[in-house]
Antibody, heavy 121, light 107 residues
Framework: EVQLVESGGGLVQPGGSLRLSCAASGFTFSGYWMTWVRQAPGKGLEWVANIREDGREKYHLESLKGRFTVSRDNAKNSLYLQMNTLGAEDTAVYYC??????????????WGQGTLVTVSS | DIQMTQSPSSLSASVGDRVIITCRASQGIRNDLGWYQQKPGKAPRRLIYAASSLQSGVPSRFSGRGSGTEFTFTISSLQSEDVATYYCLHHYTYPLTFGGGTRVEIK
């Protein structure tokens, strides 16, 4: 059974940093792209970042570049999101998801339960 | 960036009704689109991929169609357990973008 479990969320002060983790199990983690998506309270879904199977190709939402960085450790079956210089606008539930790249199956087929990040003083 | 315009933003329908949601892309995206269901307090779940393919385990009352810039998502007979917010997502190019969501309620 595919499982994605996020952790690392919590309360952080404006300007602070946080590193989210996503532990994957039930599939060959090194064989899949992975994705971070966030959702501000009461708002819609927003794509944050994608990372290739080997970690050498990454894409980030342009407005977050320089502050957020996606990475992975295939030996630990783990995905990460390093978030720096956090502001109130980054308050959201952050989801990790598995991204299937095969063209006719492309999309986010499994999601974690999310981890809440609250930026407040 | 490709914009996804989803409509309506909310709807209320009776059990058994047919429900149709539309997503329009600001430029052609072939069939690189999926539909996702999010129940309150839960993570999203993919229902449709490649615009019209049903995800394994998803009831057949859900369907999708379209290509290029116009896409529709249909619930053929609304059930009480379908109360949720539905999102389209394109993955034609980066950045991936979601539609604004459609909140579906029971009348």
């Amino acid at each position: 059974e595919v499982q994605l479990v996020e952790s690392g969320g919590g309360l952080v002060q404006p300007g602070g940093s946080l590193r989210l983790s996503c532990a994957a199990s039930g599939f060959t983690f090194s064989g899949y792209w992975m994705t971070w998506v966030r959702q501000a309270p009461g708002k819609g879904l927003e794509w944050v970042a994608n990372i290739r199977e080997d970690g050498r190709e990454k894409y980030h939402l342009e407005s977050l570049k320089g502050r957020f960085t996606v990475s992975r450790d295939n030996a630990k079956n783990s995905l990460y999101l390093q978030m720096n210089t956090l502001g109130a606008e980054d308050t959201a539930v952050y989801y990790c998801a598995r991204y299937v790249v095969m063209r006719q199956q492309r999309g986010l087929d499994y999601w974690g339960q999310g981890t809440l990040v609250t930026v407040s003083s | 960036d490709i914009q996804m315009t989803q409509s309506p933003s909310s709807l209320s329908a009776s059990v058994g009704d047919r429900v149709i949601i539309t997503c329009r892309a600001s430029q052609g995206i072939r069939n690189d689109l999926g539909w996702y269901q999010q129940k309150p307090g839960k993570a999203p779940r993919r229902l449709i991929y490649a615009a019209s393919s049903l995800q394994s385990g998803v009831p057949s009352r859900f369907s999708g169609r379209g290509s290029g810039t116009e896409f529709t998502f249909t619930i053929s007979s609304l059930q009480s357990e379908d109360v949720a917010t539905y999102y389209c997502l394109h993955h034609y190019t980066y950045p991936l973008t979601f539609g604004g969501g459609t909140r579906v309620e029971i009348k």
